[in-house]
């Protein structure tokens, strides 16, 4: 077995540990962004997550990005061509993010030194929730390996999510029904 696939084989085996022992969202989703930039030898990853509204994403976690480029301005569903094409589940490869039309921020591409991306759907139920991005400094094409591994990390990360939101979910419910039942005790 060549190292590369050892490499992500192990880290895989990590993000899902990582998944495994917390339903604490931001926790996990920052673990898997670290994992995934060292793994993939990146320069930058980041998980970003849909709003309810479904118009903006936000930043969920983030590794190896300035505070500069991270509050660049929203990254807006209908202007940001790329992520409208991951959100309907296609995993989307940018050779160069500082020219492709795609991409919505291309001057600040430039500007953190930016280059090729790789873009993965987060899919709950048929549904993207979120990305996964991975940035380079220089044009790089992923190989296969990289994207499977990619698309593995994206579905891990989508069940910490939605692991989180119905823990949040049944611990709302909970509390409300030990408090009617307090409620009631004191009738």
């Known amino acids: 077995m060549s190292e590369t696939k050892k490499d992500f084989f192990t880290a895989l085996y990590q993000v899902a540990k990582v998944v495994n022992a917390s339903l604490a969202a931001e926790r996990v989703l920052e673990e898997i962004a670290?994992?995934?930039a060292d793994?993939?030898?990146?320069?930058?990853?980041?998980?970003?997550?849909?709003?309810?509204r479904g118009k903006k994403l936000l930043m969920g976690a983030?590794?190896?990005l300035s505070d500069g480029y991270i509050r660049k301005g929203p990254v807006l569903v209908q202007k940001s061509r790329l992520d409208k094409k991951a959100l309907k589940g296609e995993t989307i490869y940018l050779k160069n993010a500082q020219t492709d039309d795609d991409f919505q921020y291309k001057d600040k591409a430039r500007a953190e030194g930016i280059?090729?991306?790789?873009v993965v759907p987060l899919v709950v139920e048929k549904k993207a929730?979120?990305?996964?991005?991975?940035?380079?400094?220089?044009?790089?094409k992923f190989s296969a390996d990289e994207i499977?591994?990619?698309?593995?990390v994206a579905n891990l990360s989508a069940i910490a999510l939605e692991n989180a939101r119905l823990?949040?979910?049944?611990?709302r419910d909970?509390?409300?029904?030990?408090?009617h039942k307090y409620r009631l005790d004191d009738n």
């Open 174 to 179: 909970y509390d409300l029904m030990v408090a």
């Open 148 to 152: 499977k591994f990619m698309e593995a």
């Open 39 to 52: 793994t993939m030898a990146v320069k930058a990853c980041s998980l970003r997550i849909l709003e309810s």
């Open 62 to 64: 983030q590794v190896g």
């Open 167 to 171: 823990h949040q979910a049944l611990r």
């Open 129 to 140: 929730v979120g990305v996964l991005r991975v940035y380079t400094e220089k044009i790089r």
């Open 34 to 36: 670290a994992c995934v």
């Open 115 to 118: 280059k090729s991306l790789l």
